[in-house]
């Protein structure tokens, strides 16, 4: 099997892990940990295959080491901070919650800024110094490096490998420092009564949300499949302020409609997709 066929299933396989560990887990701190752990595995697993085969030319290293393998890494590094992070999380006031977050950003701010040149290099997908950072090299190469910034496998790592996957993963904790910090903000004018109450008001069609209300109820998402049809129905119409009139008429003529049944769900469903897309071509614009 090929490195790029080998590396593609196992990465994949690693994303279905987990999703079902984000799925089944309720408690963060354990779902933090047992993703770290296996995505641990599956380093282990790549690990392996590294040192049972060789690559072909110059070019398969390089793309291992700066495409590939930080995909994995970066993961873990990602998972682990997190842990770290939220594991000290200080039981306190709003206030000291979001200084706890602020001086976390500090910290990724500062090490972003003391690899300024790299993270440019990374940032503009240069490959002029490729050879340099991601082909594997001999000690002595070594001796300037910050020896937390690589690991002692010299079959496994080269000099920025580990450098690369570190600044991915601080890009994804930063986001995930800026919703939490917002979430918090945004919890203390709640309660604090200084925040704006904004009026939630359903624009879309009537029917629109009867087909969500019925998914809803059908699905069981909702106090564990126990809420009946009426009662979900006076709440969405409470939170969307809206009133849906003989529900149950409505459905009865979505039930028989001669093309698709469910239209919003459907279309729900691509508008969800295509930010997805978007998102993956433009990170930081749905953030």
Same mark, same amino acid.
């Given at each position: 099997?090929?490195?790029?066929?080998?590396?593609?299933?196992?990465?994949?396989?690693?994303?279905?892990?987990?999703?079902?560990?984000?799925?089944?887990?309720?408690?963060?701190?354990?779902?933090?940990?047992?993703?770290?752990?296996?995505?641990?595995?599956?380093?282990?697993? !790549?690990?392996?295959?590294?040192?049972?085969?060789?690559?072909?030319?110059?070019?398969?290293?390089?793309?291992?080491?700066?495409?590939?393998?930080?995909?994995?890494?970066?993961?873990?590094?990602?998972?682990?901070?997190?842990?770290?992070?939220?594991?000290?999380?200080?039981?306190?006031?709003?206030?000291?919650?979001?200084?706890?977050?602020?001086?976390?950003?500090?910290?990724?701010?500062?090490? !972003?800024?003391?690899?300024?040149?790299?993270?440019?290099?990374?940032?503009?997908?240069?490959?002029?110094?490729?050879?340099?950072?991601?082909?594997?090299?001999?000690?002595?190469?070594? #001796?300037?490096?910050?020896?937390?910034?690589?690991?002692?496998? !010299?079959?496994?790592?080269?000099?920025?490998?580990?450098?690369?996957?570190?600044?991915?993963?601080?890009?994804?904790?930063?986001? #995930?420092?800026?919703?939490?910090?917002?979430?918090?903000? !945004?919890?203390?004018?709640?309660?604090?009564?200084?925040?704006?109450?904004?009026?939630?008001?359903?624009?879309?069609?009537?029917?629109?949300?009867?087909?969500?209300?019925?998914?809803?109820?059908?699905?069981?998402?909702?106090?564990?499949?126990?809420?009946?049809?009426?009662?979900?129905?006076?709440?969405?119409?409470?939170?969307?302020?809206?009133?849906?009139?003989?529900?149950?008429?409505?459905?009865?003529?979505?039930?028989?409609?001669?093309?698709?049944?469910?239209?919003?769900?459907?279309?729900?469903?691509?508008? #969800?997709?295509?930010?997805?897309?978007?998102?993956?071509?433009?990170?930081?614009?749905?953030?």
């Amino acid at each position: 099997m090929c490195l790029d066929e080998f590396t593609i299933g196992l990465y994949e396989e690693m994303e279905k892990k987990l999703e079902e560990i984000s799925l089944h887990e309720i408690n963060d701190l354990q779902c933090l940990k047992n993703a770290s752990y296996t995505i641990l595995q599956t380093i282990s697993v !790549l690990k392996d295959y590294i040192s049972n085969n060789t690559f072909i030319n110059k070019d398969e290293e390089i793309n291992f080491f700066k495409n590939i393998k930080p995909k994995f890494l970066s993961k873990l590094i990602y998972y682990h901070k997190a842990f770290e992070i939220l594991s000290h999380l200080p039981f306190s006031s709003s206030n000291e919650i979001k200084n706890y977050y602020l001086k976390e950003q500090e910290k990724i701010s500062e090490y !972003l800024n003391e690899n300024k040149e790299f993270y440019s290099y990374y940032r503009s997908k240069s490959t002029l110094f490729d050879e340099v950072y991601f082909l594997r090299k001999e000690p002595e190469s070594w #001796l300037l490096l910050n020896f937390d910034d690589y690991e002692t496998d !010299l079959n496994f790592t080269t000099i920025y490998d580990y450098k690369l996957s570190k600044i991915i993963a601080f890009e994804s904790l930063s986001e #995930l420092i800026k919703e939490s910090f917002n979430k918090v903000d !945004l919890k203390q004018h709640i309660i604090s009564g200084t925040g704006k109450k904004q009026k939630i008001t359903w624009t879309a069609s009537k029917v629109s949300l009867i087909e969500l209300l019925y998914a809803l109820q059908s699905s069981g998402a909702c106090n564990n499949g126990t809420i009946d049809i009426k009662n979900l129905a006076i709440y969405l119409e409470h939170i969307f302020n809206i009133d849906l009139g003989n529900y149950y008429r409505v459905f009865q003529e979505i039930r028989i409609r001669k093309a698709s049944r469910t239209n919003f769900l459907d279309q729900l469903k691509d508008r #969800l997709i295509k930010r997805m897309d978007e998102s993956d071509e433009n990170p930081k614009r749905y953030f």
